[in-house]
Antibody, heavy 120, light 107 residues
């Protein structure tokens, strides 16, 4: 059974870059798509983007200029970088597996999430 | 950009049927998923491709999608079903879109 675990700094200063890694166990990232989703405190879910192991990516248009998702198949990990962060980027960040097909998708399973606070 | 609209809250008595709606332009032409999120936990999928239940999800959870509205129905609602529920669809321009979420209260 696939399990995902996020890791990275819990505190990032404004204007700096948020960097997170998702470690995948119980399955290879060389199949499926792998996503990042975030949830500000007390708010709803926002999809950030996904990567296919081949390196193909797709990002939320609202974040596209600041986001990079990459994958390291040798470590069975994928990563998120979000540049020029502000307090509005404070959120719980989830990594997840995404199944993508013609005009369809679903996200399952999800990691436990990690809270990233943007503050000086 | 494509938007999905959910009611902020729904209340139901134990044992009764809860219906949570998700509205979007021509949503019936898209595939919809539903996720359950309990306090302090990560979301978990309960319905995908409009009506399909993942392994391990009780059959009291069901979904439908037609016209502009998708509906998650929970029959014989139990106290353990109290949670936030999010609908989600795929849009060719926006990619993954989530609804704003509905807090289900089991009174």
């Amino acid at each position: 059974q696939v399990q995902l675990q996020e890791s990275g700094p819990g505190l990032v200063k404004p204007s700096e870059t948020l960097s997170l890694t998702c470690s995948v166990s119980g399955g290879s990232i060389s199949t499926y798509y792998w996503s990042w989703i975030r949830q500000p405190p007390g708010a709803g879910l926002e999809w950030i983007g996904y990567i296919y192991y081949s390196g193909s990516t797709k990002y939320n248009p609202s974040l596209k200029s600041r986001v990079t998702i990459s994958a390291d198949t040798s470590k069975n990990q994928f990563s998120l970088k979000l540049t020029s962060v502000t307090a509005a980027d404070t959120a719980v960040y989830y990594c997840a597996r995404e199944v993508v097909g013609p005009a369809t998708n679903w996200i399952d399973p999800w990691g436990q999430g990690t809270l990233v606070t943007v503050s000086s | 950009s494509y938007e999905l609209t959910q009611p902020p809250s729904v209340s139901v008595s134990p044992g009764q049927t809860a219906s949570i709606t998700c509205s979007g332009d021509k949503l019936g032409d898209k595939n919809v998923c539903w996720y359950q999120q309990k306090p302090g936990q990560s979301p978990a999928m309960v319905i995908y491709q409009d009506t399909r239940r993942p392994s391990g999800i009780p059959d009291r959870f069901s979904g439908s999608n037609s016209g502009n509205t998708a509906t998650l129905t929970i029959s014989g609602t139990q106290a353990m079903d109290e949670a936030d529920y999010y609908c989600q669809a795929w849009d060719s321009n926006t990619a993954v879109v989530f609804g704003g979420g509905t807090k289900l209260t089991v009174l």
